[in-house]
C-alpha cells in the first residue's frame, strides 16, 4: 500500500517545483509534478522525473567513511557516527589551539535550497570563529549590475511576462534552466507577440524563439548600449516617462550614447549595424517589451555592467507602465523569512577573514596567517564546480589539509576526504523553500526514512555543536522547530497568504507590494548612479577582451543534469551524450578533429579531453561544453573547471565562468 506525499524540489533551480511522492514502506518508489502548485502546475523536468533513482541509487553513503587510501585514491573504510564526530572535534581542538579557528574554512554552497538545511552551517561555523566563505559562485554580479539601477525595487510575477508583445530572452537557457518559463514564452506566441533570443550559441531554448541572434561573448552591454544609442537619435526614447521616473538620462545621452557609436557596438557584438537597428526599432514599437535576463552573460570581468546596461532599456522606453512590461533578472524572495534567526550574525563575537569561495584554489594553496588546515565541505562538489580545477585538487592534496566532506555520494570532493560523513537527501529531512524565479515558497516534511544511517546538515550542526560544547539555542532545536518559529514570526511578504495550504506542504505564492514605486536611493530608475565606481553605464572589456587562444569557451548548463548534480544517474549521463565540446565544422575542419573523436582542450591552467561535436549550433570561434561532469565519468583525468579561472566579476566578486578561452587539438 503506498502513500502520496508532497515535497519540493530542493535543486539550485528558478523554478522549485511541487512535488508529490508516491512512498511505500518508506521508500520513494515514484516522483511525479504536483498539479496543484502555483506555478510549475504539474510539470517536471527530465532530470527530476526519476528523483526515487537517485534517492535510493546503490551508490549512495550509507556510514560515515575514514580515509584509508591516498588522498583522490577513494579508499575508505566504515566507521560510527560516534567515531566520526570525536575525530572531527578532536582534529578541530587541535587546529584551534596551534592556529586558531580561523585555520578552518567551511564550503557550500546549493546541493539544497531549503531555507534551514542551506544555511545549517553558519550559527555554528560564526560561534566556532571559523574563516567566512563569500558564496560567489552563482549570480552576485547579475544582483549588482540589476540593483545599481532598480535599488531594492521588486521583480515583476514571471507570469506577467506571457502578457509582453517582444519577449526577448537575453542570456538564458530556459529549455534547460527554467522550463516552466517557457509557458510564458508560449503564452506570447498564442497572442501573437514575438519571441528574440540573445546567446551566443544556438542552445535548444532557439527551438521557442521567433529570431535567435548570435553574440560575440560578453559582448552584451555594447549591444544594449547600441540599441538605446539608436532610441535616443531616432527620437524613440519616452521622454514623458524618463522626465517623470529616471534619475541621469540626459547625462547618459550626452556622455555615453553621444560617444558609442553604432560601429563600435558592431565591432564588438559581432553582429551587423541593421541588425542592432532592427533590434532598437521592433523593441520600441512594441506596446510592452519585456527582457527575461539569464545569468551567464553576468559570468564575465565585465559581467555586473552588462546587466547593468540592459536593465536601463525598459526605462528608456517605459516598459514599466505596461502591463506585460518590464525586465526580469530572479524574484526577490528574501523578505520572506526572518533569515537573521537562520544565519545567527550575532555569533560572530570577532570579524574573521572571508575567503571568496571562487579562489579555494588559491586559499588552499597560499592562504596564510594562519593556512587553511580544515576544510568543511556540505552540500557542495568544489573539486567539480569550482573553477581553476587543477588548483582546488592540488590544494585538496595537501596531507596537512583535514578534510570533511558531507555527501549524498562519493563526489570528486568526498574523494579527498580525510572524513566522509553521509548525508540525507530531500525527501528525507524537513525543510522550508522560497524560490529565486517565482514568489512561491513551500514546506516540506521528511517524506521517507534516511537511507542507511546518512543525518541532514541541521543533524549534523547540532551532533558537531554538542562535541564542542556550544549550548545555544540553535544547536538544541529541531530542524521542524525552527520551521516552526520562522512561521511564527511576522513577514510582509506572508501578510494574507494561505496558512492552511503551507500547513499542508502546498507550494503558496507570497504577497507582494509593487505599489511603492521605484526603491532606489532617489526614487527614480538610476541610470545615473554616483555610488559606484562608473557613475554612468558604459561598455567595459573582458577579461579575455584580447586573449591569444583562438576560442571563447562557454561552460553551459546542461538540460540534463544541474551543475555536477545528477551525475549518479547513468541513463541522464547517456542523455547527454557523453562529455562533449561543441565546435563549428570550420573550426574542426581547419584543425583536422573528427566529430565523435577525443579531442583535447587546452590553456594555460590545465588540459581536459572530451568528445568533439563537430555542430552548426556554434559559431566559428566559439566551443561550448555543456555540464560539470563527475571525473569519474570524465573521458580524462580532469572536468571543464580545469580551464576556468579563479578571476572575478567587476563587481560582486562573482564567477567567470564563461570568460575563458581555450586552444583544441587531437588527442
Ligand atoms: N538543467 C539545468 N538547470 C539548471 C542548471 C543546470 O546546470 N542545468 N543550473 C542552475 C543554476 S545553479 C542556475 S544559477 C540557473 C541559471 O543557470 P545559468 O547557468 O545561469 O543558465 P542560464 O541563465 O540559462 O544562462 C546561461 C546561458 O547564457 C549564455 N551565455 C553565456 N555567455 C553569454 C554572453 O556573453 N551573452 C549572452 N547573450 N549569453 C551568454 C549561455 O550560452 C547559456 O545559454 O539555472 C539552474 N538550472
Ligand atoms: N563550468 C561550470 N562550472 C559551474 C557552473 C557552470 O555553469 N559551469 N555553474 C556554477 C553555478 S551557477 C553554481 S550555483 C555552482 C553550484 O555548485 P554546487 O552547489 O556545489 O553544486 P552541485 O554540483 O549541484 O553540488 C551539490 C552537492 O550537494 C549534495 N547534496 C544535495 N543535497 C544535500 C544535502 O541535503 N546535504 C548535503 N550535505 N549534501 C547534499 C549533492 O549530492 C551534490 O553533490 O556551480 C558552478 N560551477
Ligand atoms: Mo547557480
Known amino acids: 500500500m503506498s502513500v502520496t506525499k508532497r515535497s519540493v524540489c530542493p535543486f539550485d533551480c528558478p523554478d522549485t517545483c511541487g512535488l508529490l511522492v508516491e512512498v511505500e514502506g518508506?521508500?520513494?518508489?515514484?516522483?511525479?509534478?504536483?498539479?496543484?502548485?502555483?506555478?510549475?502546475?504539474?510539470?517536471?523536468?527530465?532530470?527530476?522525473?526519476?528523483?526515487?533513482?537517485?534517492?535510493?541509487?546503490?551508490?549512495?553513503?550509507?556510514?560515515?567513511?575514514?580515509?584509508?587510501?591516498?588522498?583522490?585514491?577513494?579508499?575508505?573504510?566504515?566507521?560510527?557516527?560516534?567515531?566520526?564526530?570525536?575525530?572531527?572535534?578532536?582534529?578541530?581542538?587541535?587546529?584551534?589551539?596551534?592556529?586558531?579557528?580561523?585555520?578552518?574554512?567551511?564550503?557550500?554552497?546549493a546541493g539544497t535550497m531549503g531555507v534551514v538545511q542551506r544555511n545549517a552551517g553558519h550559527p555554528f561555523f560564526h560561534r566556532l570563529g571559523a574563516s567566512r566563505l563569500d558564496r560567489t559562485i552563482c549570480s552576485p554580479a547579475k544582483g549588482a549590475g540589476w540593483q545599481a539601477v532598480m535599488g531594492k525595487t521588486p521583480t515583476?510575477?514571471?507570469?506577467?511576462?506571457?502578457?509582453?508583445?517582444?519577449?526577448?530572452?537575453?542570456?538564458?537557457?530556459?529549455?534547460?534552466?527554467?522550463?516552466?518559463?517557457?509557458?510564458?514564452?508560449?503564452?506570447?506566441?498564442?497572442?501573437?507577440?514575438?519571441?528574440?533570443?540573445?546567446?551566443?550559441?544556438?542552445?535548444?531554448?532557439?527551438?521557442?524563439?521567433?529570431?535567435?541572434?548570435?553574440?560575440?561573448?560578453?559582448?552584451?552591454?555594447?549591444?544594449?548600449?547600441?540599441?538605446?544609442?539608436?532610441?535616443?537619435?531616432?527620437?524613440?526614447?519616452?521622454?514623458?516617462?524618463?522626465?517623470?521616473?529616471?534619475?541621469?538620462?540626459?547625462?547618459?545621452?550626452?556622455?555615453?550614447?553621444?560617444?558609442?557609436?553604432?560601429?563600435?557596438?558592431?565591432?564588438?557584438?559581432?553582429?551587423?549595424?541593421?541588425?542592432?537597428?532592427?533590434?532598437?526599432?521592433?523593441?520600441?514599437?512594441?506596446?510592452?517589451?519585456?527582457?527575461?535576463?539569464?545569468?551567464?552573460?553576468?559570468?564575465?570581468?565585465?559581467?555586473?555592467?552588462?546587466?547593468?546596461?540592459i536593465a536601463c532599456l525598459p526605462a528608456?522606453?517605459?516598459?514599466?507602465?505596461?502591463?506585460?512590461?518590464g525586465a526580469f533578472p530572479d524574484t526577490s524572495t528574501g523578505g520572506a523569512f526572518a533569515m537573521e534567526h537562520v544565519l545567527r550574525e550575532d555569533f560572530v563575537t570577532?570579524?574573521?577573514?572571508?575567503?571568496?569561495?571562487?579562489?579555494?584554489?588559491?586559499?588552499?594553496?597560499?592562504?596564510?596567517?594562519?593556512?587553511?588546515?580544515?576544510?568543511?565541505?556540505?552540500?557542495?562538489?568544489?573539486?567539480?564546480?569550482?573553477?581553476?580545477?587543477?588548483?582546488?585538487?592540488?590544494?585538496?592534496?595537501?596531507?596537512?589539509?583535514?578534510?570533511?566532506?558531507?555527501?549524498?555520494?562519493?563526489?570528486?570532493?568526498?574523494?579527498?576526504?580525510?572524513?566522509?560523513?553521509?548525508?540525507?537527501?530531500?525527501?528525507?529531512?524537513?525543510?522550508?523553500?522560497?524560490?529565486?524565479?517565482?514568489?512561491?515558497?513551500?514546506?516540506?516534511?521528511?517524506?521517507v526514512d534516511p537511507v542507511g544511517e546518512s543525518k541532514s546538515n541541521w543533524e549534523v550542526f547540532s551532533l558537531l555543536a554538542k562535541a564542542l560544547g556550544f549550548e545555544e539555542e540553535p544547536f538544541t532545536l529541531t530542524a521542524d522547530e525552527l520551521i516552526d518559529r520562522l512561521l511564527a514570526l511576522p513577514s510582509p511578504m506572508r501578510e494574507g497568504i494561505d496558512t492552511r495550504a503551507l500547513a499542508e506542504g502546498k507550494g503558496v505564492e507570497l504577497t507582494v507590494n509593487r505599489d511603492g514605486g521605484y526603491l532606489t536611493r532617489s526614487g527614480k530608475i538610476e541610470i545615473l548612479n554616483r555610488s559606484l565606481p562608473e557613475p554612468l553605464p558604459c561598455y567595459l572589456p573582458t577579461h579575455e577582451e584580447e586573449g591569444k587562444l583562438p576560442f571563447r569557451l562557454m561552460t553551459a548548463p546542461n538540460p540534463f543534469a544541474l551543475n555536477a548534480t545528477f551525475y549518479d544517474q547513468p541513463d541522464l549521463r547517456e542523455k547527454q551524450g557523453g562529455m562533449r565540446l561543441q565546435m563549428n565544422p570550420s573550426d574542426a575542419d581547419a584543425r583536422g578533429l573528427k566529430h565523435g573523436e577525443r579531442v583535447v582542450a587546452f590553456n594555460e591552467l590545465g588540459e581536459v579531453p572530451f568528445f568533439l561535436d563537430a555542430t552548426d549550433r556554434v559559431p566559428p570561434g566559439v566551443v561550448v561544453a555543456e555540464g560539470v561532469w563527475w571525473i569519474a565519468h570524465a573521458p580524462g583525468n580532469r572536468s571543464v573547471n580545469a580551464l576556468t579561472s579563479q578571476r572575478l566579476t567587476d563587481q560582486g566578486g562573482g564567477s567567470t565562468f564563461y570568460d575563458n578561452r581555450v586552444d583544441v587539438r587531437p588527442e
Not at 259 to 282: H, K, M, N, Q, Y
Not at 382 to 388: F, K, L
Request: proline letters at 6%; charged letters at 20%; a positive charge.
Open 350 to 447: 570577532t570579524p574573521t577573514r572571508i575567503v571568496n569561495m571562487n579562489r579555494l584554489g588559491e586559499a588552499l594553496n597560499t592562504l596564510n596567517n594562519p593556512p587553511v588546515m580544515s576544510l568543511y565541505v556540505y552540500h557542495s562538489n568544489p573539486a567539480a564546480v569550482t573553477p581553476d580545477q587543477n588548483a582546488v585538487l592540488r590544494g585538496l592534496s595537501r596531507d596537512d589539509l583535514f578534510t570533511v566532506v558531507h555527501e549524498r555520494f562519493l563526489t570528486d570532493t568526498a574523494r579527498y576526504a580525510d572524513i566522509v560523513l553521509p548525508a540525507t537527501s530531500s525527501l528525507e529531512h524537513s525543510d522550508i523553500y522560497r524560490a529565486y524565479g517565482t514568489y512561491c515558497i513551500q514546506r516540506a516534511r521528511a517524506a
Open 26 to 109: 518508506g521508500r520513494a518508489v515514484a516522483v511525479k509534478g504536483d498539479p496543484e502548485h502555483p506555478y510549475t502546475r504539474g510539470s517536471l523536468c527530465p532530470k527530476m522525473l526519476h528523483y526515487e533513482k537517485s534517492v535510493h541509487s546503490p551508490l549512495r553513503l550509507t556510514t560515515p567513511l575514514k580515509r584509508t587510501g591516498a588522498k583522490g585514491s577513494g579508499e575508505f573504510a566504515p566507521i560510527s557516527w560516534d567515531e566520526a564526530v570525536a575525530a572531527i572535534a578532536g582534529r578541530w581542538k587541535e587546529i584551534i589551539a596551534t592556529h586558531g579557528a580561523e585555520a578552518i574554512l567551511p564550503y557550500s554552497y
Open 316 to 325: 528608456l522606453v517605459g516598459a514599466w507602465e505596461r502591463e506585460g512590461g
Open 156 to 309: 515583476p510575477h514571471p507570469d506577467s511576462a506571457g502578457k509582453s508583445d517582444l519577449l526577448i530572452l537575453w542570456g538564458i537557457n530556459a529549455a534547460a534552466t527554467s522550463i516552466h518559463f517557457l509557458n510564458a514564452v508560449r503564452e506570447v506566441k498564442q497572442r501573437g507577440g514575438e519571441v528574440w533570443l540573445i546567446d551566443t550559441y544556438r542552445t535548444p531554448t532557439a527551438a521557442a524563439a521567433d529570431r535567435t541572434i548570435l553574440v560575440r561573448p560578453g559582448s552584451d552591454a555594447a549591444l544594449a548600449l547600441g540599441i538605446m544609442h539608436v532610441l535616443a537619435r531616432e527620437g524613440l526614447v519616452n521622454e514623458p516617462f524618463v522626465a517623470e521616473s529616471v534619475l541621469g538620462y540626459r547625462e547618459f545621452r550626452r556622455e555615453v550614447l553621444g560617444t558609442f557609436t553604432l560601429d563600435e557596438a558592431s565591432r564588438l557584438t559581432g553582429l551587423p549595424v541593421a541588425t542592432i537597428e532592427e533590434l532598437a526599432r521592433r523593441y520600441a514599437a512594441a506596446k510592452a517589451p519585456f527582457i527575461r535576463i539569464g545569468s551567464g552573460l553576468s559570468r564575465y570581468g565585465n559581467g555586473a555592467m552588462t546587466v547593468r546596461c
